[in-house]
T-cell receptor, first 109, second 113 residues
Framework: SQQGEEDPQALSIQEGENATMNCSYK?????LQWYRQNSGRGLVHLIL?????REKHSGRLRVTLDTSKKSSSLLITASRAADTASYFC?????????FGKGNQVVVIP | DGGITQSPKYLFRKEGQNVTLSCEQN?????MYWYRQDPGQGLRLIYY???????QKGDIAEGYSVSREKKESFPLTVTSAQKNPTAFYLC????????????FGPGTRLLVL
């Protein structure tokens, strides 16, 4: 069953601005992952945060996890046109990875 | 280059026809997965395999079949029993333990004639 639910569904920003998207889930998790998908392509893993971690950074990406609120956020700083893509959160619960419906992010040059 | 390949990129199916989607990986990963993605939707798990000669049904296995005779290969057959097969199909793999970081192929788009 699908757990992750991203919010908002679509985001349009100017190049150089920050983009923030959220993900909520319903049950306890082992880890939460974020993936990027360019149009018509496969998904690319961005970052994994474990349930005992609160924040993680990777380059221009910052992920937070609040297990008490069952939510996570992905921040992309100083966005670039190449960041235009759909972003999915995926939660690992009972030996299964469940994907959300994705956030469409458009970065305008 | 290490990675996952899927073929073909586009596949057309006629009524009553079975079609097979190929997925090959050279990452030496034990676990492999098949997902279906519909427009504006997330990924739904069809089948997964954590070891050679073993596989389990995912959330939407009806109308699909798989085999895992070799570690590097996990083909998916879309049977005539799958009444709404038009979708984007993604194959992925991960290291032993399953369902950790997954590496995806480029996908196959299946269309019905």
């Amino acid at each position: 069953s699908q757990q992750g639910e991203e919010d908002p569904q679509a985001l349009s920003i100017q190049e150089g601005e920050n983009a923030t998207m959220n993900c909520s889930y319903k049950t306890s998790i082992n880890n939460l992952q974020w993936y990027r998908q360019n149009s018509g392509r496969g998904l690319v893993h961005l970052i994994l945060i474990r349930s005992n971690e609160r924040e993680k950074h990777s380059g221009r990406l910052r992920v937070t996890l609040d297990t008490s609120k069952k939510s996570s956020s992905l921040l992309i700083t100083a966005s670039r046109a190449a960041d235009t893509a759909s972003y999915f959160c995926a939660t690992k619960g009972n030996n299964r990875l469940a994907f959300g419906k994705g956030n469409q992010v458009v970065v305008i040059p | 280059d290490g990675g996952i390949t899927q073929s073909p990129k586009y596949l057309f199916r006629k009524e009553g026809q079975n079609v097979t989607l190929s997925c090959e990986q050279n990452l030496n990963h034990d676990a492999m997965y098949w997902y279906r993605q519909d427009p504006g939707q997330g990924l739904r798990l069809i089948y997964y395999s954590q070891i050679v000669n073993d596989f389990q049904k995912g959330d939407i296995a009806e109308g699909y079949s798989v085999s895992r005779e070799k570690k590097e290969s996990f083909p998916l057959t879309v049977t005539s029993a799958q009444k709404n097969p038009t979708a984007f199909y993604l194959c992925a793999s991960s290291e032993a333990g399953g369902h950790e970081t997954q590496y995806f192929g480029p996908g196959t788009r299946l269309l019905v004639l």
